[in-house]
Each structure stands twice: as structure tokens, then as C-alpha cells.
């Protein structure tokens, strides 16, 4: 069984910083690619950031020189680094990995962790 927790969300002050963290656990072969969704209130989920296996990464637009995704592959851990924050940022951010176990290659997901942005 894989779990991916979350950890660093909260309320900030609009131009403040969050950093976010998400471990992975349990039985796992491999991680391939992991990345961080969001989900505003009213909207659909969309994709914040990615970070492949081999270290390249991407981006939204909306985040582009602001946020910053990294890997501890040691660790099977991936953190958004989440630096002038908006409050049009405020949403609930899930951890995503690709993974492969004993049972094959799966996509799995955290429970998800509120950021706030707002004065």
C-alpha cells in the first residue's frame, strides 16, 4: 500500500511564501514522474508543476518564476517551493506521483493540503 502525505499548507499574506511537502511510502519499486495539482474553489483541478525522474521540470504559466518544484529522490519526497504568493494561488494543493509497486505502475494522490492566500 502507497501513501503520499502532504504537509506545509496554511494562510499567508499575499506576496508571502509556503513551502509545500509531499512523502511517498511504503512498499515502492520505483518513482517516476511527481507533481503538484491545485484545485481553487469552484474550479477544476489543474497541473502547478512537474518534476520527471530525471530532473527536468515544468511549470504553469501562472507560476512560472514564482514556484519551484524539487525532488529528494532519497527520500521519495517532492516539495513546491512557493515563493510571491497571489490570492488567486488560494486552493487546495494535491501531491501526485507515478509509481511502481509490487503490483504494477499506478498513479496515486495525497488527501491534499489548503493554501490561503489572503490579507
Known amino acids: 500500500q502507497v501513501q503520499l502525505v502532504e504537509s506545509g499548507g496554511g494562510l499567508v499574506q499575499p506576496g508571502g511564501s509556503l513551502r509545500l511537502s509531499c512523502a511517498a511510502s511504503g512498499t515502492i519499486f520505483s518513482i517516476y514522474a511527481m507533481a503538484w495539482y491545485r484545485q481553487p474553489p469552484g474550479k477544476q483541478r489543474e497541473l502547478v508543476a512537474v518534476a520527471t525522474s530525471s530532473g527536468s521540470t515544468n511549470y504553469a504559466d501562472s507560476v512560472k518564476g514564482r514556484f519551484t518544484i524539487s525532488r529528494d529522490n532519497a527520500k521519495n519526497t517532492v516539495y513546491l517551493q512557493m515563493n510571491s504568493l497571489k490570492p488567486e494561488d488560494t486552493a487546495v494543493y494535491y501531491c501526485?506521483?507515478?509509481?511502481?509497486?509490487?503490483?504494477?505502475?499506478?498513479?496515486?494522490w495525497g488527501q491534499g493540503t489548503q493554501v490561503t492566500v489572503s490579507s
Open positions: 501526485n506521483a507515478d509509481i511502481r509497486t509490487w503490483g504494477g505502475r499506478s498513479d496515486y
